[in-house]
């Protein structure tokens, strides 16, 4: 497969709009089963504090969001909310813990550890977002049971800091570094609407489009605006930016799923239709995403009805795992 670069993505971007999305079209259905959204569910099993500044994250304790701060999820209660979600039609449930990072000798990791080991028996794909890891933390994460690690870059290497300063793209890189090298699938995309160019998008996906081996999924989130941050009051995402971004992503990364992830409670019904066109194929349900809104159940269902999309069925967990 070609990799891209920014020049053949930019091509790819420019292109008359009908055209693209038909290409992108095309791309989605040479490699995935048709009219099929995965659905996820995103847990926040452990809420705000975090030390990190990411300018647009209400769980960073660098601004006063107002927020309540959660500690750890207790065992029950998150595999209560994954058995609800498996019931719910969810194939894959993600967890997230607002840390800049773990190392193997924190009590807390230890901890999840143990919540991933029973999580991993309802037999959905386990994925977890918990910042930083040590490559012995990515093997152990590994080994109680985690299918794929979500760790976004965010943005371009260029604007990168103008997003957060407590940390470094490279680093963002090393730990994705080491949960590949752990045997787990790299669930890895970015933020749009933080103020940066269309270019900078392509900027990211033509990091993402170097993975060695390639991210299994790719979330492409649309920024909540969060009351108290930096980038409150941040206008909406174009629809026409967003539908090409996601249809330069297919084309780039066409065995990549392609998440439509934080911010469709700010799109259209029409604007998310023109998203599955153009190969999204997975979105996050449940009426929250963290600690930002997201549509409800029930106007999911009704949506996918509406447009003939059916929901992936699960995996035997064989198959879900990265080699
Ligand atoms: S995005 Fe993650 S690392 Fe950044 S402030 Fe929020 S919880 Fe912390």
Redesign the pocket.
């Known amino acids: 497969m070609t990799r891209h670069t920014l020049t053949s993505l930019r091509e790819l971007y420019d292109r008359p709009f009908f055209d693209l999305i038909q290409q992108a079209r095309e791309a989605y259905r040479a490699h995935w089963p048709e009219n099929e959204v995965q659905l996820c569910t995103l847990m926040s099993i452990k809420t705000?504090g975090?030390?990190?500044?990411?300018a647009?994250?209400?769980?960073?304790?660098?601004y006063d969001t107002g927020l309540s701060r959660e500690s750890l999820a207790p065992l029950q209660r998150v595999l209560e909310t994954a058995e609800r979600a498996k019931a719910n039609g969810s194939t894959r449930f993600c967890m997230?813990?607002?840390?800049?990072?773990v190392t193997e000798h924190d009590a807390k990791f230890q901890s999840v550890l143990e919540t991933v080991r029973e999580v991993s028996k309802l037999g959905m794909e386990v994925c977890v977002?918990l910042?930083q890891l040590t490559p012995e933390a990515a093997r152990q994460l590994r080994a109680a049971g985690v299918t794929a690690y979500n760790h976004?870059l965010?943005t371009s290497p260029e604007f990168y800091s103008n997003i957060?300063t407590?940390?470094t793209f490279q680093d963002r890189l090393d730990t994705i570094r080491s949960v590949q090298q752990a045997g787990m699938s790299v669930c890895c995309g970015g933020i749009i609407g933080m103020g940066e160019s269309e270019i900078d998008r392509l900027k990211l996906l033509e990091v993402l489009c170097g993975f060695d081996p390639a991210p299994e999924s790719v979330p492409i989130n649309c920024l909540m605006p969060m009351s108290g941050t930096p980038l409150d009051g941040q206008p909406p995402v174009d629809i026409f930016q967003l539908v090409r971004l996601i249809a330069t992503t297919r084309l780039a990364l066409p065995k990549a799923r392609v998440r439509l992830s934080a911010g469709r409670t700010r799109l259209s019904r029409e604007g998310q239709a023109f998203c599955f066109f153009a190969g999204a194929n997975s979105i996050f349900y449940g009426d929250k995403l963290?600690t930002a809104a997201n549509p409800g159940v029930d106007a999911d269902r009704s949506l996918l009805d509406e447009l003939g999309l059916g929901i992936t069925a699960p995996q035997p967990l064989a198959e879900s795992l990265a080699g």
Request: hydrophobic share 20%; net charge negative; with cysteine.
């Open positions: 705000g975090c030390s990190e500044d990411c647009y994250c209400s769980q960073s304790s660098h997230g813990a607002a840390w800049r990072g977002t910042g976004n965010d957060v407590t940390h963290l």
